[in-house]
């Protein structure tokens, strides 16, 4: 089923306002839930709307938060009160932008957060602010040790955003195999999952969803795949207070306290290294080198990373979303329970 974009972020916009969110707060929850569906991130975007508004009826997540920012020099602390993550973050960001101006170069930690979406949106929004980033975030554990059959680790992204002439190169990966949002997303739809994605509570290969979310994802890489996301656990979890490996409480877990997730980003201005105008010239030569590299067999373009996820947000926008039958009558439920007007 489709869904036009702009109906499907006024709907999120007011669910999240019926569930006691600020206006401002409401709509930017809203816009980067959505940007996640626009550009193909479909296991961030609005089948994570019910759980979001479950949480903030119950006051787990806390619908009206006073984020707080304590500053030295180039570095920032950030305390979210356990508001949504994707608002959190994004005052966050906001306020790192600010301070990069002066500083060069900004370090931010955040605590007592929540799931703060996809990290593309991020990434895409600081580049585009001729703005470097790299950010991190952790999750309830997904990912078990190098040699282990027990998760430990959340299934912690890495990303990158660099800004270019035309769309900014934005890397965005899970040190798992795949999100666990994959797997999250195909039980929910009653569909299975690859045989390598993940292990059951025992440690078996499955393709069973549900079993796999009873079990631990597969770190990409092997060992290699372990060690980012225990370095990346330390960045959003042990350095910014926030909890760390199992001590991060999954959203979907009804018993659960606060998640107090944390999330880790660095920011560099680009002038502080070279003048605007030779960035721009070095970065768009490396940009074109790369695209006239011989192609593979059975390849007809390279793309940079990020570029195909701005390619499917061109044709989304113009198509709309797509929810499956499951997800859209989970909505139509929230619809029914708080607003006025018909579902979407």
């Known amino acids: 089923m489709k869904i036009a974009v702009e109906e499907a972020r006024s709907f999120t916009k007011d669910i999240f306002e019926a569930a006691g969110c600020p206006t401002e707060d409401a709509a930017v929850a809203a816009e980067i839930i959505i940007d996640a569906n626009v550009h193909g991130i479909n296991t961030h975007g609005i089948s994570r709307v019910p759980i979001y508004v479950k949480r903030l009826l119950e006051k787990r997540i806390n619908p009206s938060p006073e984020v707080t920012f304590e500053r030295q020099g180039s570095v920032l602390v950030v305390d979210g009160d356990n508001g949504l993550g994707q608002v959190v973050m994004h005052k966050a960001t906001q306020e790192a932008l600010k301070q990069v101006k002066e500083h060069g170069i900004m370090s931010v930690a955040i605590r007592n957060s929540n799931h703060f979406g996809h990290a593309f949106y991020y990434c895409n929004h600081i580049a585009r602010d ?192 797509e929810v499956s039958d499951e997800v859209y009558e989970e909505l139509k439920q929230l619809s029914e329970q708080l607003l006025e007007h018909s579902p979407i």
């Open 130 to 321: 001729r703005t470097f980033c790299m950010m991190t975030t952790n999750s309830p554990k997904g990912i078990p040790p190098w040699g282990g059959k027990n998760a430990y680790f959340g299934t912690n992204p890495i990303a990158f955003g660099f800004p270019a002439s035309q769309s900014p190169i934005v890397v965005d990966m899970s040190s798992s195999l795949v999100a666990r949002g994959n797997i999250i997303l195909a039980a929910k739809n009653n569909e299975t999952i690859p045989e390598d994605w993940a292990i059951d509570k025992d440690g078996n290969p499955t393709t069973d969803a549900n079993a796999a979310l009873e079990g631990a994802v597969l770190p990409f890489g092997g060992a290699k795949g372990y060690a980012l996301a225990l370095s990346l656990e330390v960045m959003a979890g042990v350095l910014s207070g926030a909890a760390f490996g199992p001590h991060v409480n999954n959203i979907y877990d009804d018993q659960a306290d606060d998640a107090n997730v944390g999330h880790f980003m660095i920011l560099s201005e680009i002038n502080h290294y070279m003048n605007e105008e030779m960035y721009f010239d070095r970065i768009d030569q490396m940009i074109q080198e790369i695209k006239e590299v011989p192609k593979a067999e059975g390849y007809e373009e390279i793309h940079i990373p990020g570029e195909r996820k701005q390619i499917k947000a061109e044709k989304t926008l113009n198509q709309g979303i």
